[in-house]
């Protein structure tokens, strides 16, 4: 059952505009995450909030900027996008953040750049 | 720095057949060790993880995984696949001085044909 709620599901856009992602979750978790998912199926981390605080920046292009109003909100802005930024964007959200927690993925926004 | 390699990127087999997707890290310790699947247009969900015990360990949906602390593996097995088994696998390790950094392999395509 899905407790970690994203949109848009898809985004079609095209080079220097700016888009922004939301994502959701319902499970009362301190810690949510983004991640980049590209056309190989490659997932690299770009973002970790605990509890609406910065704890990873995977030097991620600086138009990347997350967006956090409580811990159960973690949205991502692009600023001007770029052709290389279309990728799958997953949100994850864990109980504390811990490094044995298991993650809580949502099912994705596919961003398409034209 | 951890990485984790699956150097099978698609695996093929038929239904009731027997399962076996590689993995294996890097790492000067033991770190944690998941195995994450994901079905198509859906996000990742967990179906095991390891850091002690018993190297065999069982997961969701009939999945077991066997760590191999002298081969620095752990590989994912399943008995009998289902044509509905047919998803990306993900292998994943953390760390406790990575934080909450999950690195994650190329993942391996699997497809179970009737």
């Known amino acids: 059952e899905t407790a970690v709620f994203q949109t848009p599901n898809y985004h079609v856009t095209q080079v220097g505009n700016e888009v922004s992602f939301n994502c959701k979750q319902t499970l009362g978790h301190d810690t949510m995450y983004w991640y980049k998912q590209d056309s190989k199926k490659l997932l690299k981390i770009m973002f970790s909030y605990n509890n609406k605080q910065l704890i990873v920046n995977e030097t991620v292009p600086r138009r990347f900027s997350p967006q956090s109003s409580d811990k159960a909100h973690l949205n991502l802005r692009i600023k001007s996008v770029e052709p290389e930024d279309s990728a799958v964007y997953l949100c994850?959200?864990?109980?504390?953040?811990?490094?044995?927690?298991?993650?809580?993925f949502g099912h994705g926004t596919k961003l398409s750049v034209l | 720095a951890q990485s984790v390699t699956q150097p099978d990127a698609r695996v093929t087999v038929s239904e009731g057949a027997s399962l076996q997707l590689r993995c294996k890290y890097s790492s000067s310790v033991t770190p944690y060790l998941f195995w994450y699947v994901q079905y198509p247009r859906q996000g990742l969900q967990l179906l095991l993880k390891?850091?002690?015990?018993?190297?065999v360990v069982q997961g969701v949906n009939g999945f077991e995984a066997e760590f191999s602390k002298s081969n620095s593996s752990f590989h994912l097995r399943k008995a009998s696949v289902h044509w509905s088994d047919s998803a990306v696998y993900f292998c994943a390790v953390s760390m406790p001085s990575s934080g909450q950094k999950l690195v994650f392999g190329q993942g391996t395509i699997l497809k179970v044909y009737l």
């Open positions: 390891y850091y002690s015990g018993d190297p």
């Open positions: 994850a959200s864990s109980p504390a953040g811990g490094f044995n927690e298991r993650l809580f």
